[in-house]
């Protein structure tokens, strides 16, 4: 810990098949992160489902984003290639952070389950309460209670283990914040990578199709965005604590 953040290096695998938002992934995780281009490798697991250790071998951290399309609750070509790489991350203690689907395949690895409930979608900024865990959690030292934070999902991790930590939920969600107990390995259900500016256009590049109620709904959901300063620093936070 204490490296340079000039000098880190993190692997991102994608889990995207809308070039687009793959881009602006891409782009939200170097700004949430405060990397340069060539500090931040990538790995698009729909167009290449052969994933392989050496990807991250040289990487400080190891990070997986959100997906538009696919969902945790299907097996996919990447699956289990995906799963055996996480699992060794986790085994060496090496740093790891999901976001949205990255979120929910920590979890399952840790061995909770996922379920899509469209009832209780969450698309949009959410206040986030943190727990007595999360309180005391050193990547969330200072942030307070609660905070605003980016939301765009349908499905839900359920269930907990001893190997996880929950470390803050929403009415609606019960894990919106989790850490591999002992590890250095968190999931954040909110999208820790987009700021209000991110998911006003991330939203908007799937024609609002999360939505309901035609351009009515969309001009609604716009009005309700908020900043989320706390949840953006996440990322820079987890990478000043832990490499």
């Given at each position: 810990m204490g490296k340079p953040r000039e000098s880190i290096r993190v692997h991102?695998?994608?889990?995207?098949?809308?070039?687009p938002a793959a881009a602006q992934e891409l782009?939200?995780?170097?700004?949430?992160?405060?990397?340069?281009?060539?500090?931040?490798s990538w790995h698009n697991v729909v167009d290449d489902p052969e994933v392989e250790w050496h990807l991250v071998e040289t990487a400080d951290a190891v990070m997986i984003g959100g997906a538009g399309t696919h969902s945790t609750t299907e097996t996919y070509p990447f699956t289990e290639p995906l799963k055996a790489i996480?699992?060794?991350?986790?085994?060496?203690?090496?740093?790891?952070?999901?976001?949205?689907?990255?979120?929910?395949?920590?979890?399952?690895?840790?061995?909770?389950?996922?379920e899509t409930d469209g009832s209780r979608a969450e698309v949009g900024t959410y206040q986030v309460e943190l727990t007595e865990l999360g309180q005391a959690d050193p990547l969330l030292a200072g942030l307070g209670p609660s905070f605003p934070a980016q939301l765009g999902h349908h499905d839900h991790v359920t269930g907990t283990s001893a190997r996880m930590e929950i470390l803050a939920s929403t009415p609606l969600c019960g894990n919106q914040l989790l850490r591999?107990?002992?590890k250095p390995a968190y999931g954040s259900?909110?999208?820790?990578?987009?700021?209000?500016?991110?998911?006003?256009?991330?939203?908007?590049?799937?024609?609002?199709?999360?939505?309901?109620?035609g351009q009515a709904?969309?001009?609604?959901?716009?009005?309700?965005?908020?900043?989320?300063?706390?949840?953006?620093?996440l990322?820079?936070?987890?990478?000043?604590?832990y490499t």
């Open positions: 991102l695998f994608q889990v995207r098949d809308h070039g782009e939200c995780f170097r700004r949430r992160c405060r990397l340069r281009t060539d500090q931040l996480l699992q060794r991350v986790l085994e060496e203690g090496r740093p790891f952070f999901g976001s949205c689907w990255g979120h929910q395949f920590l979890a399952q690895q840790l061995g909770a389950e996922v591999a107990t002992g259900q909110f999208h820790s990578e987009l700021n209000q500016q991110d998911m006003s256009n991330r939203v908007a590049m799937y024609d609002y199709s999360y939505l309901e109620g709904g969309a001009d609604a959901f716009l009005a309700t965005l908020t900043p989320s300063p706390e949840a953006d620093q990322l820079d936070r987890f990478l000043t604590l």
